[in-house]
């Protein structure tokens, strides 16, 4: 299984706010990531927070992160039907400096 | 710039051949790292290439291989291809280990193995 966990699944109407959630694994990972996979296509990276951080907005993003916890949120403002696409999570692991770990992705649905 | 590229988009191979996927990474970038996407799930980490050298192994077996060029393209070699073998394939690259810079990830090589 997963290291690193996701909820796997999210409606949301257009308009409103949507919050992925994640927990990992790895207390020492110097960021944490975001990706945006749309249907057929790569990983785009989202955005990104560093560890020392508990907080990050960019536009529309708002990257929440608790360390005590292990945990990482993504809220996005004003959801669009553009948003529709699985969202991955992922941090460096330290057993391989190189590895991302991925959560399994939530896929979030916007409806109008 | 240029972001990272990868070719073929598709490929359908049969059970037991042997398939080579590249990779172009971004400007600039030192290192590129290889995953592989089955349907329905989050990327797994195969290997990483930093300046021409392996560093970093997932779980796969050695029939998965590769290579960095002088340039920081990479190649990802599969021989005795299996059905399990079918997925999405995704390159990424960075200014330096993933640990302490940001992957960017290529559109994927979408393998289907028959």
């Known amino acids: 299984g997963e290291d690193v966990e996701q909820s796997l699944f999210l409606s949301v109407r257009e308009g409103d706010s949507s919050v992925i959630n994640c927990t990992y694994t790895?207390?020492?990972?110097?960021?944490l990531y975001w990706y945006k996979q749309e249907p057929g296509a790569g990983l785009q990276l989202l955005t990104y927070i560093f560890s020392n951080m508990d907080m990050k907005q960019d536009q529309r993003l708002t990257v929440l992160l608790n360390k005590k916890d292990k945990h990482l949120s993504l809220r996005i403002a004003d959801t669009q039907t553009g948003d529709s696409a699985i969202y991955f999570c992922?941090?460096?692991?330290?057993?391989?400096?190189?590895?991302?770990?991925f959560g399994a992705g939530t896929q979030v649905v916007v409806t109008p | 710039e240029t972001g990272v590229t990868q070719s073929p988009t598709h490929l359908i191979k049969t059970r037991g051949q042997q398939v080579t996927l590249r990779c172009s990474s971004q400007?600039?970038?030192?290192?590129v790292s290889w995953y592989q996407q089955a349907l329905g799930q989050g990327p797994q980490f195969i290997f990483q290439?930093?300046?021409?050298?392996?560093?970093g192994r997932g779980n796969f077996p050695p029939r998965f291989s590769g290579l960095q060029f002088p340039n920081y393209s990479s190649e990802l070699n599969v021989n005795a291809l299996e059905l399990d073998d079918s997925a999405l394939y995704l390159c990424a690259s960075s200014q330096g280990l993933a640990g302490d810079y940001e992957q960017y990830f290529g559109p994927g090589t979408r393998l289907t193995v028959t």
């Open positions: 790895d207390s020492s990972s110097t960021y």
């Open positions: 290439y930093y300046r021409e050298e392996e560093n």
């Open positions: 400007s600039g970038h030192n290192t």
């Open positions: 992922a941090e460096p692991t330290t057993d391989s400096w190189g590895k991302l770990q």
